[in-house]
């Protein structure tokens, strides 16, 4: 009860905020059908403020079939217009023409469809609404706008549908939902990033994100948030936490090389493991709408935290790989 209550309160957190100049609603998860496949997906809106004062809303949205190692995805740009594009300041409510994510009873209800692919489902949170960062505020550069009011819920329970190739399977799983809203700042001489999602076996998540400059060097900035299987969150700064990189794959499309497979350590945690991706090509490119080409896929965990054996799944997204292609 205690959780649902907590939940209920930080969902004015996950509203629209109308004066921030970007804003976006993540969701990332991995589901596995009643006949066996597995699949990973991801539903993302995005709001910014132009130079003209007006909002444009975009949305991407992608399915990786990992049983039959096949990625796609899509995408969708508008003007806010009722009934068009447009999100709720009083709760959580955001579409896209077809496209939506609604809170209704505590649960995010999430729908999205394109080519033959779609999904429905009804997420149910397990652990609290969290805020990343030091004091709730995750920093990304030393400048007055280089910092985003950063809110996760690191594990729900996912249930519904998924079609994929035309086929509608029911699905359950686990998913991950961010949701960031604030000036947009970024610091001068950052190449991208590199985000990820973890969510281990043990009931522990792990969320971080290595900045990377322009000269070849990782932010001071960069930093994470480690929640504990009670729902506790503990800041990690840049020192607490490593990934490395342990393979590279090339876009056949791009011709950007973007890494494939990390070792992710939290030594204060005892965590050290593996991340490796389920299907190598899980690339977007957003020429109608971002216009940002990122890798954004499904992997698997393996490795030990606190000194025990640990699997799990993750999500992680790559930025600036494939040119000067950041928001």
Not at 8 to 28: F, G, Q, R, S
Not at 36 to 47: P, V
Not at 88 to 100: I, M, P, R, T
Not at 109 to 135: C, D, F, Q, Y
Request: aromatic share 10%; glycine share 12%.
């Amino acid at each position: 009860m205690r959780l649902l209550l907590a939940a209920a309160a930080a969902l004015n957190l996950l509203a629209a905020h109308p004066d921030a100049k970007t804003e976006w609603w993540y969701y990332t998860g991995h589901l596995q059908s009643a006949g066996g496949r597995e699949f990973g997906f991801e539903l993302t809106f995005f709001r910014a403020k132009l130079a003209d004062g007006q909002d444009v809303d975009a949305a991407h949205f992608a399915v990786t079939d990992v049983s039959r190692r096949k990625f796609s995805f899509e995408e969708k740009l508008h003007r806010p217009f009722p009934g068009i594009a447009d999100a709720d300041a009083s709760k959580l409510f955001v579409y896209n023409e077809g496209w939506e994510t609604r809170e209704e009873a505590g649960k995010h209800v999430l729908r999205a469809g394109g080519g033959e692919n779609a999904i429905e489902l009804t997420l149910t949170p397990l652990k609290a609404p969290i805020r990343n960062g030091s004091a709730g505020i995750s920093r990304k550069g030393p400048g007055p706008d280089d910092y985003s009011n950063y809110v996760s819920i690191p594990r729900l329970a996912a249930q519904g549908a998924l079609t994929a190739d035309g086929k509608k399977e029911s699905v359950a799983g686990i998913a991950w939902f961010d949701h960031e809203f604030g000036p947009g700042g970024l610091p001068k001489g950052l190449a991208g990033w590199d985000w990820f999602s973890l969510q281990l076996s043990d009931g522990t998540e792990l969320m971080l994100y290595r900045l990377r400059l322009q000269d070849g060097s990782v932010s001071e900035f960069s930093s994470g948030t480690f929640v504990a299987a009670d729902g506790s969150a503990t800041h990690l700064p840049k020192s607490a936490f490593e990934a490395r990189a342990t393979g590279r794959w090339t876009s056949p499309r791009t011709r950007a090389t973007y890494p494939a497979g990390w070792a992710v350590k939290v030594p204060s945690r005892g965590l050290d493991v593996t991340v490796t991706p389920r299907v190598a090509d899980q690339e977007l490119v957003t020429a109608k709408s971002t216009r940002v080409t990122y890798w954004e896929g499904a992997c698997d965990v393996a490795g030990a935290s606190g000194g025990r054996p640990v699997t799990g799944k993750s999500y992680v997204e790559l930025t600036g790989y494939a040119g000067k292609d950041l928001p």
